[in-house]
């Protein structure tokens, strides 16, 4: 049952999505600094004691990035601003989203409720329609005093108008050329008259693309709050690697197609389920051709590295305004991808590629800088931990929970599960991540049981829940996943 019910007309109907918008502030890039004249209308001054208790707040959200990052092992992406940042901070290595689309997974990081808390299962609905009573984590710092502005992509829906207005001071959406830019060729794979990917080494430097204009309103943006007396939450959502897949021609050259091998999906594999993939017929990425899988990946590689060097942006920011000493920073990814892992590519699976996301917090004087946490953590949970770190605490009932435990001691067990979930049409895909294991469920199992053992087949290619000698454990990970989905559960180790 929904902790919020969805919008109901006079006569009991279901609501859809408003057609108008939401009245909120645009900023357009072209104002530049007088942009921000807002903040600058309280002369700056030195934090007192009382407001540097209080840490000023930087989230960093990127689009449909996986793991594919040094700092989590891939040999090839050039990713050295997550490397910088992950020499400060902590490393969750076993990090999960609670959905694998951009609604439900950023409207949960956002309210602290998982997808069955929201009632948010796809990207068509703007959230408040279903949950208009929640505060939003923007919105609990801002009633607490915090100067809160957005950047870029935060809330699914900015470019419709799909935001929190009692969430933030200021909401900046630059408006840069498009994606595309102008001239030249794009390529794109296709299958059945259905584009799944474009992408395009484009012209010009960063600030001609919109993720180099995020991070230059960001930057901005700090300067014009930092140490100021009243702390801030400053949200940036950087759109990339997500598709089309555009950069300047520099992130493209970092890569060689003959050094990119694409996933091989194994000859002894169990089949897929029918419903393990969003749409078989739609794309398999193992039929296409070497060198255009070759390309397909480069071109997300390029993206990849063209927002990391926005990252590496505003962290020198961070440098040069003296921040990181009253400043606790999260990047996390809203859900990873698939580049070609089960023969598919994309997103909207509960297999491990979509599931898993990076995550990097950075606390002052944490005594875990440059280390890594193995425990299980989930993005419902930064919510709450952010709240804890602000001092503050949640107007109601919140479904995940605080691991600032984890950011002194990093060894400390976390969750006894991650869970995750996907709406495929009127199908539901149900999925819980142990240390060892992965279950998932479709309809109750009614469509199919997945069982997958990560400690010999991390690619979760051999399904071995109808095994007679497995059903153990099947047993104890179905009481796990239908007693999980809204617990809060640690082990006690």
């Not at 951009?102 to 808390?117: A, F, V």
């Not at 809330?155 to 900046?172: I, L, N, S, T």
């Not at 007693?483 to 180790?493: E, P, Q, T």
């Amino acid at each position: 049952m929904h902790r919020f019910g969805p919008g109901k007309s006079s006569n009991g109907r279901q609501q859809g999505p408003r057609k108008g918008r939401v009245s909120w502030r645009r900023i357009g890039s072209s104002l530049g600094v007088l942009a921000f004249a807002f903040f600058l209308s309280e002369p700056a001054a030195a934090q007192s004691p009382q407001a540097l208790a209080r840490p000023n707040i930087l989230l960093i959200m990127l689009d449909d990035l996986g793991t594919e990052l040094s700092i989590y092992g891939h040999p090839l992406v050039s990713s050295p601003s997550f490397e910088r940042l992950a020499a400060r901070a902590l490393r969750f290595d076993g990090a999960y989203v609670q959905a694998t689309i951009c609604n439900p997974s950023r409207t949960s990081l956002l309210t602290g409720l998982r997808p069955d808390s929201t009632g948010i299962l796809t990207n068509k609905v703007f959230f408040r329609e279903f949950v208009p009573e929640a505060i939003t984590l923007p919105r609990l710092f801002r009633q607490n005093g915090y100067v809160t502005a957005s950047v870029g992509k935060i809330f699914h829906g900015v470019d419709k108008g799909w935001q929190d207005p009692e969430a933030w001071d200021r909401v900046v959406v630059p408006e840069g050329p498009t994606l595309l830019g102008r001239g030249g060729k794009n390529h794109a794979i296709q299958k059945k008259g259905k584009t799944m990917a474009t992408w395009r080494a484009a012209p010009g430097g960063d600030e001609d693309q919109k993720d180099g204009q995020h991070a230059r309103d960001a930057i901005l943006l700090l300067e014009s709050i930092a140490n100021r007396s009243s702390p801030f939450f400053l949200a940036v959502g950087l759109s990339k690697p997500h598709e089309p897949y555009v950069a300047p021609k520099r992130y493209f050259d970092l890569y060689r197609l003959r050094e990119i091998e694409p996933p091989v999906v194994p000859e002894v594999r169990s089949p897929l389920l029918p419903l393990a993939l969003p749409s078989p017929k739609q794309v398999v990425f193992d039929r296409l051709k070497l060198k255009k899988k070759q390309k397909a990946i480069r071109a997300y590689y390029a993206a990849t590295s063209f927002a990391d060097a926005q990252l590496g942006r505003i962290l020198d920011a961070l440098d040069r305004l003296s921040l990181w000493r009253n400043t606790v920073v999260v990047v996390v990814s809203d859900h990873g991808f698939h580049l070609g892992e089960h023969g598919w590519w994309g997103k909207r699976t509960v297999f491990e590629e979509s599931a898993r996301v990076p995550l990097l917090v950075y606390k002052p004087g944490m005594r875990a800088s440059g280390e890594s946490a193995r425990g299980l953590v989930e993005v419902v949970d930064i919510y709450p931990t952010l709240a804890e770190l602000g001092g503050l605490e949640a107007e109601g009932p919140l479904d995940g929970t605080s691991f600032v435990r984890l950011l002194n001691r990093p060894g400390r067990a976390g969750k006894a599960g991650a869970y995750t979930q996907v709406q495929q049409g009127k199908n539901s895909g149900r999925s819980v991540r142990t240390r060892r294991w992965r279950y998932t469920e479709w309809n109750g199992g009614d469509r199919g049981v997945e069982l997958y053992d990560h400690s010999v087949d991390p690619g979760e290619y051999l399904n071995l829940a109808e095994l007679p000698e497995f059903d153990g454990v099947v047993r104890e990970l179905k009481i796990l996943l239908e007693d999980g989905f809204g617990s809060a559960s640690w082990f006690d180790s």
